[in-house]
């Protein structure tokens, strides 16, 4: 059984370029998460897809950021235009769809704006 | 808003020892879920243990156990028989019946000593 897996596991960017990271969720889970982790902070919900359907999205997740999830399969999260702040810990979990629907987390992708 | 709090940034303890970790929360909600997560350094997070807000009994996962105190707003994680691999940041985390978000905790980094 493959878990959540996350590519790149690390990016340095400039000031103002776009990136964008995809997320490949455990194969029968349905439903998948958005988190950013900032260092000595617990990770923060930014959005979330149930299938195709983004059904929810965090303040944070600002105008440039954009998350889709095109087949239902794996997702993908681009920053546009990024910022310094933007540096973090961008973590991606699935989820079967139910009462308890426990996350499983992937290994992250740790990103590093210049 | 639902908050969680970790109060101890960093715990320590001797192999074969036992270990507390803290955590309350705040809500209004009366069906909830809680969660102890563990991330170790540079690896992805995992779940350690899950307990549902209308079980009584509290969770137990091998070395890992949880004191699940519903009037007091209390989740702390009991680690039993310390091992160097539990050496990690541990996070609490809360999600409502309703909800699909994780909240998470500041975390505690537990230190494991010879």
């Known amino acids: 059984d493959t878990g959540v897996s996350q590519d790149p596991r690390h990016k340095i960017t400039k000031r103002g370029q776009n990136v964008t990271f995809r997320c490949d969720p455990i194969s029968e889970h349905n439903r998948l998460y958005w988190y950013r982790q900032t260092l000595g902070q617990g990770p923060e919900f930014l959005t979330y897809f149930q299938n195709e359907a983004q059904l929810e999205k965090s303040r944070l997740l600002s105008d440039r950021f954009s998350a889709e999830r095109p087949k239902g399969s794996f997702s993908t999260l681009e920053i546009q235009r990024t910022e310094q702040g933007d540096s973090a810990m961008y973590l991606c979990?699935?989820?079967?769809?139910?009462?308890?629907?426990?996350?499983?987390f992937g290994p992250g992708t740790r990103l590093l704006v210049l | 808003a639902q908050t969680v709090t970790q109060s101890q940034p960093e715990m320590s303890v001797q192999e074969a020892e036992t270990v507390t970790l803290s955590c309350t929360y705040d809500t209004s909600e009366s069906d909830y879920y809680l969660f102890w997560y563990k991330q170790p350094p540079s690896r992805q997070m995992i779940l350690v243990i899950r307990q549902e807000a209308y079980k009584q009994q509290n969770a137990t996962e091998n070395r890992f156990s949880v004191n699940f105190q519903k009037a007091a707003k209390s989740f702390s994680l009991k680690i039993s028989d310390s091992q160097l691999g539990d050496a990690a940041m541990y996070f609490c985390a809360y999600r409502t019946g309703t909800a699909s978000k994780l909240t998470f905790g500041t975390g505690t980094r537990l230190q494991v000593t010879l």
């Open positions: 979990a699935s989820s079967l769809w139910g009462p308890i629907r426990t996350q499983y």
